[in-house]
């Protein structure tokens, strides 16, 4: 059964950073891209970043570039998302998905998410 599964998310003061991870059972991430994704309260889900299959060509949307970034390990069949200089609003529920690059939407069935409390 394909899964995939994120992991952590806390909660965290204003400025701080985290890293957050996304693993996959039932298949291997390293023959997919794959991008981040978060939902905020009373917002839809919206996509934060992307990295392609093998050449590790990310991309980003405005509210992360120069704060976020997203990178593989295929040893680990993980991929991460370096969360820096985090702010109130990027508080929110960060999932993981299959994207196709450089796309950023979700191709598979959602795990259940990590959620990430940014406040003082």
């Known amino acids: 059964q394909v899964q995939l599964v994120e992991s952590g998310g806390g909660l965290v003061q204003p400025g701080a950073s985290r890293r957050l991870s996304c693993t996959a059972s039932g298949f291997s991430l390293e023959y997919y891209a794959v991008g981040w994704f978060r939902q905020g309260p009373g917002k839809e889900r919206e996509g934060v970043s992307c990295?392609?299959?093998?050449?590790?060509?990310?991309v980003y949307t405005d509210s992360a570039k120069g704060r976020f970034t997203i990178s593989r390990d295929n040893a680990k069949n993980a991929v991460y998302l370096q969360m820096n200089t985090l702010k109130p609003e990027d508080t929110a529920v960060y999932y993981c998905n299959i994207s196709p690059y450089p796309v950023i939407d979700g191709r598979v069935n959602w795990g259940q998410g990590t959620q990430v409390t940014v406040s003082a």
């Open positions: 990295i392609s299959i093998s050449d590790g060509n990310t």
